[in-house]
């Protein structure tokens, strides 16, 4: 969590939600930050972060854009009410808890807690700054992203069809009418009951799966980007709702959305420039076809993985716009209620390091695996977390 994403780079994303999936986490993985928003005010365009380079947006871009505004939508109406978790808590103190079976309830959530220091420390390590309501609800979202990701990249990811994506998904508007199947569909169900989540970035998120079930090739920019959105831009939208804006933020709320977005797919390019080896032994390119051609490259050479300048030169290009995305991307952090910034500019920070790695190895992504080492990841953490203690 699929992504980082913070959970948003948690999803298909250094603290990835599923650190060994080729495409996403952060989680997976994998949490994102703000874009100038193409909001009714003007903006940039979602798939190229900077105004001068977009006046208009693709189909794709305003496919995603009104499932940003669907849910900055709900953030605004939500602001000013006193939330259903404050309220709750008071009901505790005065011994007439609201919560039925809170014991049950409160081991789903720990569960959701241990799943989540297993497969994805870091993120787990930056939950701990979050205030306990806030940590348990990223927690469980972490976990559905994580179980949906496995639906197809799991180790029964060959039994898997649309039809078993179509009762995935049937659960989920189950679990958002307050009807769970398990533990950890409870921990979910109890979370956006309590927050202003949308249930449209998880059917979203499914909508992925469904593509790689039978997608393996991309035309452009524009396909790769809404499948991008998917898998991964989704967590932010999912997770900001949770993370909290700061009190103090000028930011519209679209602005921080699209920020969470640009993260999600600043990982999940990230992902795809790192596996093409990987994906292209399953047969699979999750490269814009038209830009290979553009660059005098054919399936072919992809599916050879010689490292020429041609290549090269491609590559080089590519990284620069998952850069963009980072870059876009880290101008949100200070607009995240404090505690939730250092998970997302760490998780974001140690990502965008892959980029480095892959660069280091002569654009060599189709034998060579682009990691950042665990020195370098520990010498990060204390330096994003000094940034985005100071972040205003």
Known sequence: MPGSSAVWAAHRGCCSLHPQRRRHHPRRGSLPLPLPPPSRRGGASLTRPHASLAAVRTASEEAVYEVVMRQ????????????????????AASGDAGLLGWGLLGDAYDRCGEVCAEYAKTFYLGTQLMTPERRKAVWAIY?????????????NASYI???????????????????????FDAALSDTVSKFPVDIQPFKDMI????????????????????????????????????????????????????AALALGIAN???????????DARRGR????????????????DIFRGKVTDKWRRFMKGQIQRARLFFDEAEKGVAHLDSPSRW??????????????????????????????????????????????????
Request: negative net charge; hydrophobic residues 40%.
């Open 207 to 258: 909508e992925g799966m469904r593509l790689d079930l039978w997608k393996s090739r991309y035309r452009s920019f524009d396909e790769l980007y809404l499948y991008c959105y998917y898998v991964a831009g989704t967590v932010g939208l999912m997770t900001v709702p949770v993370m909290g804006i700061a009190p103090d933020s000028k930011a519209s709320t679209e602005s921080v959305y699209n």
């Open 285 to 300: 390119i999750y490269l814009p076809m038209d830009e290979l051609a553009q660059a005098g490259l054919t399936e072919e």
């Open 143 to 155: 976990v559905w992203c994580r179980r949906t990701d496995e639906l197809v990249d799991g180790p």
């Open 343 to 392: 998970p997302v500019l760490a998780s974001l920070w140690l990502y965008r390091q892959i980029l480095d790695a892959i660069e280091a190895n002569d654009y060599n992504n189709f034998t060579k695996r682009a990691y950042v080492g665990k020195a370098k990841k520990l010498l990060s953490l204390p330096v994003a977390y000094a940034r985005a203690a100071v972040a205003s």
């Open 161 to 183: 069809t649309p039809t078993a994506l179509d009762r995935w998904e049937k659960r989920l508007e189950d679990l958002f009418e307050g009807h769970p199947y398990d533990m």
């Open 72 to 91: 900055a939508a709900l953030v605004e109406d939500a602001a000013g009410r006193r939330p259903r978790w404050a309220e709750e808590e008071d009901e």
């Open 268 to 278: 999940q390019l990230t992902n795809i420039l790192r596996d093409v080896g990987e």
